[in-house]
């Protein structure tokens, strides 16, 4: 019997003062068009990476919540394989770690700038995983020396060891490999880009820098500079498929990753010019539904952009409810829903962050337990 379907959905209004908190390559903060008008908007790149972050900072060196996305996988398996067996030398390392990952299916290339062991792309590896592929290493010092017959299996092994203990963040955000598309791993989060509920006009900062050490009569500026910045309300949304987490982290760590992902969606903020605007800000309002059905991005709420002349929070929080309510013609009730606000809602309020938290953990915990149930 399959498992039923579960989705959790996170809508957020945001309010962000002065701010260029994600920029394109010009330095200029992101924009989209939507309902006819410029918005804000933040890249779900960028908010997926400081919660990436947030994972690592809060992991206490537990393996599930510890992970790297980087071309220097080699450098990190042969330290590990070097902790694991201290006489082994730095060069002897290094070539048990390359020949491992060739094996595996992996391609690796010595980067003549920096003497450096690359993979071709970006790879997502947990610490699980590493510590696992540097003691199949050292139990398998002829790696490179085995024949086409044999590197099958091995390839196999190694396969699976890349497959599991898979971190919070690989679970979430998932693992794409060029090389060996089978070591892909389907992503059981979907972040949306984040943007204003109304338009936005683009502002200019002109600002100059004065040498301290000029003479008194000297006039000018040392420097001359422009920086643009908008300030918004923003509407932010992800979704977790929990039988996907399930699948990906294990049913022990589901529930556990799934608020803490929910946490760091609601309190993190991209960091770019945070040091010129000081703009960190907590949500004015979340809604967290479950459903059973299919995801809903409530963004249709803002295809109109919210007019004012007296701030966007309250106008944004009346129509993204009517927009939930309007959804229910479309899609089922959901299993559960919750708000967490600091201005009015027409729907039932949890208290505080933790409340939410325990909330939603409560009804996952009793709908992975009754699956788990009717699948016994």
């Known amino acids: ?38 918005r804000s908007r933040v890249s779900s790149q960028s908010w997926k990476r400081v919660i990436k972050q947030a994972f690592q900072k809060e992991s206490n060196d537990e393996d599930w919540l510890k992970g790297y996305r980087t071309k220097k996988v080699s450098a990190l398996l042969s ?8 006489d082994l030398d730095e060069d002897a390392a290094t070539k048990a770690a390359n020949d491992l990952l060739k094996t595996a299916g992996l391609k690796v290339k010595l980067d003549k700038k920096n003497g450096e062991f690359l ?6 590896v947990s610490k699980g995983q590493l510590n696992k592929l540097a003691q199949y290493a050292i ?9 086409s017959k044999e590197l099958k299996e091995t390839k196999k092994e190694l396969k699976q060891i890349l497959l599991n203990d898979n971190s919070l ?60 910045y908008n300030s918004s309300t923003l509407y932010r949304y992800a979704n977790i498929n929990v039988n996907e987490l399930e699948k990906n982290i294990g049913s022990d760590l589901t529930i556990k990753g799934a608020k803490l992902f929910i946490k760091e ?52 929080i009346d129509r993204l409810e009517n927009e939930y309510q309007a959804t229910q013609k479309f899609v089922e009730a959901p299993v559960a829903c919750f708000v967490l606000t600091t201005d009015h809602s027409d729907l039932k309020q949890v208290e505080n962050l933790s409340d939410l938290l325990d909330k939603v953990g409560q ?6 337990s009754q699956d788990e149930n009717d699948n016994a």
């Open 265 to 316: 969606f609601i309190s993190t903020m991209p960091t770019g010019k945070e040091n010129t605007f000081a703009n960190k800000t907590v949500p004015q309002y979340v809604l967290v539904t479950i459903r059973k059905d299919t995801p809903v991005n409530l963004v249709s709420a803002f295809e109109d952009p919210v007019k004012s002349h007296g701030g966007y929070v309250k106008a944004s």
């Open 119 to 124: 993979t071709g792309a970006l790879l997502f």
């Open 139 to 147: 139990d398998n010092p002829d790696l490179g020396e085995k024949k």
């Open 169 to 228: 963040a690989l679970a979430m955000f998932g693992r794409m490999v060029a090389d060996d598309p089978s070591l892909n791993v389907d992503a059981a989060v979907q972040v949306a880009h984040a943007i204003s509920t109304h338009e936005i006009v683009p502002e200019f900062d002109y600002f100059t820098a004065i040498d301290d050490k000029r003479k008194e009569d000297e006039a000018g500026s040392a420097m001359l500079g422009t920086i643009e």
């Open 363 to 368: 009804v996952l915990a009793e709908k992975v």
């Open 1 to 38: 019997m399959n498992k039923e379907n579960l989705y959790i959905d996170i809508n957020v209004l945001q309010t962000v003062p002065s701010s260029n908190i994600n920029r394109d390559d010009t330095g200029t903060p992101k924009t989209a068009m939507y309902g006819g008008v410029t």
């Open 79 to 86: 330290q590990r394989i070097q902790d694991l067996k201290p």
